[in-house]
């Protein structure tokens, strides 16, 4: 089993107090730093955008995992990009005839590039972007919203992605992750995991990131 990435994602900090809530994160042995984009189209919630994303980059040493939940998607990735992204994930929902496309625009800025699939979507139609991808995310929830409950059913899928990937693709689930929640999913085959209301609504947030490892 390759090594767990956890990834705690700020939607469930303090944005009044983002640079302590990240650094809090930080110092306690997260490895990635999950930004939920939402445009209040493709997902029914609004939160933040590439200027955030950009002043985030410059407090922070954490490779930023960007999460976009926005429709067309191709129309930001060059903002996004050069706002500090490391690893840039788009839903296939969004453009699922413009997939390859945007996949190989993401890495042309030299970073990551990262397909997600909502709990309805079957792992089937990503199949052939597999190879073409150093990320999938599975969601766990229907994106929108911090603080859901886990649906066991969408974790289901991470055994058939890891069955038709190569063993160098990263599979990251989103949504409702606990220590529980966690630990059914790195059976499945998980190496990233996102934690927002868990990790942050914690009283010891260095015992909740642990307790996900
Ligand atoms: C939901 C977002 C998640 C969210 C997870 O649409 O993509 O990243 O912050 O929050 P929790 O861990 O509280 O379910
Ligand atoms: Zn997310």
Known sequence: M???????????ADFANLERDIKKVENAGAKWLHVDVMDGHFVPNIT??????????????????????IENPDKYIKSFAE???????????????????????????????????KPKTKPEEIL???PLL???????????FGG?????????????I????NKDLIIQVDGGINSDT??????????????????????NIKDAIQSLY
């Open 2 to 12: 390759s090594e767990i990435i956890i990834s705690p994602s700020i939607l469930s």
């Open 83 to 117: 706002a500090g992204a490391n690893i840039l994930t788009f839903h296939y929902e969004a453009c699922p005839d413009n997939i390859q496309n945007i996949i190989e625009m993401i890495k042309s800025y030299g970073i990551k590039a990262g397909l997600s699939i």
């Open 48 to 69: 933040i955008g590439v200027p955030v994303v950009k002043s985030i980059k410059k407090i922070t040493n954490l490779p930023l995992d960007v999460h976009l939940m």
């Open 182 to 203: 966690a630990r059914i999913c790195t059976q499945y085959g998980a190496n990233s995991l996102v934690a927002g209301n868990y990790i942050y609504k914690s009283d």
């Open 134 to 144: 150093d990320m999938v995310l599975i969601m766990t929830v229907e994106p929108g």
């Open 128 to 130: 052939k972007y597999l």
């Open 148 to 160: 859901q409950a886990f649906m066991p059913e969408c974790a289901e899928k991470i055994p058939f």
């Open 162 to 165: 890891k069955k038709h990937a």
